[in-house]
């Protein structure tokens, strides 16, 4: 690598904070950054769960389609349903919280 393609390339992971918000608040810039990293964060794990799934089938663990033809037992489908909820409360509320510490993102609702 040379050193232009070093620097471009740490000035690119390392951007500067504008002075004027891109859009019309830095509230609204800092709800837009934090819905961002929630995407790029998405990304990451469904990346990640297609090439597990990939090589599982190819060690031969799991069969082609196995996982869209999966029928969840009942005690698994409601320990999903319960996770779902206790996440979607904790996303959703998160702008109604009064503090906003490490305790509070540990809680579950």
Known sequence: ???DSTKSSETSQHAQRPDKPYLSTPEL???ALSQTELLSELWILRDRVTVLEH???EAGVLKPDAVDN????????ERL???RDQLVARIVGAGHRKKLDLDTLKEQP
């Open 1 to 3: 690598m040379t050193e």
């Open 29 to 31: 810039d800092a709800l």
């Open 55 to 57: 090589l599982l089938t």
């Open 70 to 77: 999966f029928e969840l037992p009942t005690d698994l489908a």
């Open 81 to 83: 349903d319960r996770e």
